[in-house]
């Protein structure tokens, strides 16, 4: 699959402007520039925009940003590209970077789907990042979900072999659809000893909202499967 074609139209994502504050203005201004990726039909060479060859790990609607800054932070072995649409989460990401001094970290503000076709290379990525996107709950509205047999398609192809898919989600509903296209997929191998769900790992940082969850009994399910 040299550039897959990525044929469902309809958006996983609503784009909320919502309100900018003065730093999040700023920082889009002054360090976009210096950190951002901008969204086009070119092939994204790691190398180049990372200065090494560190393994490359995507992460798709990172949010404000703060848990994919301390992932960062915490492995500076790694290279992470973050993809969120809401700009003033793109804003605080910015300042983010700034503060800590981290330089294994860029940003898009573009649709997923279309970045991991045009400008993410076959064969590249170590791995995929996705957590607690939006579950679209309403039956009618499913089909808005990003994880979907073609999308897994597209994954795989950009996925180096031995590459993970980490996905979590506070829906079950939506859990269990994961399961469900994910296992229909002979591309990727579940890491659950159970078949389903593991536990949250360590590296992945427990989220605001995600604590907000959990104390109003909500529960939270973590899959990764690695690519074949």
């Known amino acids: 699959m040299e550039n897959p074609e990525y044929k469902r139209k309809i958006r996983s994502f609503v784009r909320r402007e919502g309100r900018l504050t003065h730093g999040q203005q700023d920082a889009l201004e002054h360090l976009w520039p210096i950190y951002g990726i901008e969204g086009d039909s070119q092939s994204i060479d790691f190398k180049k925009l990372f200065g090494n060859n560190h393994p490359v790990i995507l992460e798709i609607g990172f949010g404000n940003g703060e848990s994919l800054a301390h992932m960062a932070e915490a492995m500076p072995e790694n290279n992470f590209i973050g993809i969120e649409v809401h700009r003033p989460g793109v804003g605080h990401l910015l300042k983010l970077i700034e503060e800590k001094g981290l330089t294994n970290l860029r940003l898009m503000s573009d649709d997923a789907v279309d970045i991991l076709t045009r400008q993410i290379p076959v064969s590249s990525l170590s791995g995929v990042q996705l957590f607690f996107p939006d579950p679209w709950h309403k039956k009618k509205h499913h089909k808005r979900r990003i994880v979907q047999a073609e999308f897994v398609r597209i994954l795989a192809s950009r996925l180096l072999s031995g590459g993970f898919f980490h996905m979590a989600t506070d829906w079950q509903d939506y859990a269990v659809h ?43 399910w973590d899959l990764i499967y690695t690519r074949k």
Do not use: Q, W
């Open 178 to 220: 994961m399961l469900e296209v994910m296992d229909a997929s002979s591309e990727f191998e579940n890491c659950s000893e159970s078949e389903d769900y593991v536990p949250r790992p360590g590296h992945r940082p427990i989220t605001k909202f995600e604590r907000r969850g959990h104390r109003l009994g909500h529960g939270t």
